[in-house]
Nanobody, 124 residues
Framework: ERLVESGGGSVQTGGSLRLSCAASGYTYSSYSSKCMAWFRQAPGEERERVAH???????MYPDSVKGRFAISRDSAGNTAYLQMSSLNPEDTAVYYCATRAGACYLAADWYNIWGQGTQVTVSS
């Protein structure tokens, strides 16, 4: 399996970005049956889950991004998106897409397929 993120970049405080994660290679079923999640990792920090969407399209976010970030997936489930708005410098990190079969979990250790990451930089 393979995940490829795109859409990162540099924005000023208050700006928006939309990240995409294209998934391929899962042969057991469709990606719509899998959990898709976005994590981020800032220098010296642990990897933090910022959003996930499960097979029923239920979503969850931590308080740090709730109301500002929105995860979605296309109808086939092969592409996941992370719409980020009202960005601030604390959102600066490498953002990773991840997937796993079955339910979504909080911790990064539960996810076995990862993308290469895309850098998001927010300047004040």
């Amino acid at each position: 399996e393979r995940l490829v993120e795109s859409g990162g970049g540099s924005v000023q405080t208050g700006g928006s970005l939309r990240l995409s994660c294209a998934a391929s290679g899962y042969t057991y079923s469709s990606y719509s049956s899998k959990c898709m999640a976005w994590f981020r990792q800032a220098p010296g920090e642990e990897r933090e889950r910022v959003a996930h969407i499960d097979k029923n399209r239920s979503t969850m976010y931590p308080d740090s991004v709730k109301g500002r970030f929105a995860i979605s997936r296309d109808s086939a489930g092969n592409t996941a998106y992370l719409q980020m708005s009202s960005l601030n410098p604390e959102d600066t990190a490498v953002y990773y897409c991840a997937t796993r079969a079955g339910a979504c979990y909080l911790a990064a250790d539960w996810y076995n397929i990862w993308g290469q990451g895309t850098q998001v930089t927010v300047s004040s």
